[in-house]
């Protein structure tokens, strides 16, 4: 039987049952949630505040990918423009957040800023706030002098920069937890250590999940499930060319405030946390473990691989043995549709190389001393838009997937358009850009430069 958990306010004799695994799954559901990140929790929560019945089901820990792995921006700064609806409305529902679900979030709205290196970067910047109009609100470019009064720490010239004034972070895991606790005291329940195999259609409809330990029947699955989706998609949606990335993040030991927002430029992500400590990254550059399945749709991204090939570092080791090993082993039909949690392994010179940009940048601060490294399986699109969709194609099933590194801030509402959509009614922001079938359709284009 599964681990299950009861990530409410469940009575303890009741929790300690389900943990221990002695209660089966529930045979039915209004709704079944496949992946227990920021998105997935958020819709349980939403969907179990309607008086919907839900099942969440994740492979490992809810929070324990992508969800709890990554920078905690909040943000609406330089995203592709067809994503501003999304942010203004996550934007928009952030602050009150911690009140409504009864838990902490780590939100703190502090704004974002991108500094540019040139006079070319600080035109993109101008080019985006342009594209982006009044999707945007609180955002203004900054002269270099303006960037070197407001932020004196910042030890390198600039070009000029771009603050988003409204942007905002949240502590990752402390959010999506918070929202499952949230969805387990509203009657959702959150079952842990059990992966989805199947998703099950009758008469075109969606009608069940079968996963590792039994069948659920249901008439609605929102399929959130990160770098395991188009394994689960396979047959029900046309096309979809989600390759996986790994991305290295450092935690750095507390220091003095920086009086800083979120913070992007010369090649370093940072967010300084309450405690003082920061969140580094190298910025754009990304690893990719391959894999047999590295090379499954890889002509829609072999453009982009060759005109960036800076900003990715192929890998052949462990993962590609790793992968081999447990194809020669197991069975085809199962092979195609197994969720899996692998170890994500940090890539140790992309935090040396984010703790000397940390220090270039900030030279009365140092070079930090980092406390640990980790790393997240990014699942990234052709066009790094996410897939956002109920297909009509198959009624009952909905779909958020495809976030290419930037969907964290997004999450609330997200969930929030899943819930829309599952409940029959319309999504509260334009979701039409993030169609599944773009793809097979041949209506996807190039990233916007701006991301």
């Known amino acids: 039987m599964p681990s299950l958990s009861l990530l409410g306010h469940a009575p303890a004799d009741t929790l300690a049952r389900l943990q221990g695994g002695a209660e089966p799954l529930p045979a039915r559901a209004d709704a079944v949630i496949l992946g227990g990140g920021i998105m997935g929790c958020a819709a349980a929560w939403y ?41 203004g409305l996550a934007l928009s529902l952030w602050p009150a957040l911690a009140g409504e679900l009864g838990h902490d979030t780590g939100w703190r ?33 900054l002269s270099a002098a303006e ?20 942007d905002g972070q949240a502590e990752p895991l402390l959010a999506t937890m918070a929202f499952a606790r949230a969805a387990g005291a509203a009657g959702a329940v959150l079952i842990e250590d059990c992966g989805a195999r199947a998703i099950e259609t009758e008469a075109g409809r969606i009608s069940g999940v079968v996963t590792e330990h039994g069948r659920i029947a249901t008439s609605t699955v929102i399929c959130a499930a990160g770098a395991r989706s188009h394994r689960l998609l396979a047959g029900l949606v046309p096309a979809l060319p989600q390759k996986t990335v790994r991305s290295t993040v450092a935690l750095t030991a507390p220091m003095a405030d920086l009086d800083l927002p979120c913070f992007v430029g010369a090649g370093l992500g ?24 590295s090379f ?20 052949l080791g462990r993962p590609f043995a790793d992968d081999l090993i447990e194809r020669l082993a197991e069975p085809a039909a199962e092979r195609s549709l197994r969720p899996r949690a692998p170890e994500i392994r940090a890539n140790p010179k992309r935090v040396r190389d984010a703790a000397r940009s940390f220090a270039a940048l900030f030279p009365t601060a140092g070079m930090p001393r980092i406390v640990k490294s980790w790393a997240g399986a990014i699942d990234v699109m ?40 599952a409940l029959g009614r319309p999504a509260p922001v334009d979701i039409t850009p993030f169609t599944a079938d773009r793809f097979a359709r041949g209506t996807f284009r190039r990233p916007y430069a701006g991301i």
């Open 47 to 87: 969907l179990a505040r309607a008086g919907q019945t839900v099942v969440l089901l994740d492979v490992a820990r809810i929070g324990s990918q992508q969800s709890g792995r990554n920078w905690g921006f909040v943000r609406s700064l330089c995203r592709d423009p067809a994503e501003l609806p999304l942010a």
């Open 109 to 141: 709205q502090r704004g974002c800023l991108f500094i540019a290196a040139d006079e070319a970067e600080q035109a993109a910047h101008a080019g985006w706030l342009a594209d982006a109009g009044d999707r945007v609100r609180d955002t203004r470019l």
């Open 147 to 166: 960037v070197a009064e407001s932020f004196p720490g910042l030890g390198c010239p600039t070009a000029g920069g771009i603050l988003a004034a409204g």
């Open 270 to 293: 940072l967010r300084q946390r309450p405690d003082g400590s920061c969140i580094i990254a190298t910025d754009g550059g990304t690893d990719v473990d391959l894999t047999l399945d």
């Open 296 to 315: 499954r749709a890889a002509g829609f991204f072999l453009r982009e691989l060759i005109q960036r090939r800076r900003a990715f570092s192929l890998k």
């Open 382 to 421: 052709p066009d790094a838009l996410p897939v956002i969709d109920a297909p009509a194609a198959t009624p009952g099933l909905l779909i958020a997937t495809g976030f290419s590194g930037h969907g964290f801030g997004l999450g609330p509402a997200v969930g929030r358009v899943l819930a829309d959509l």
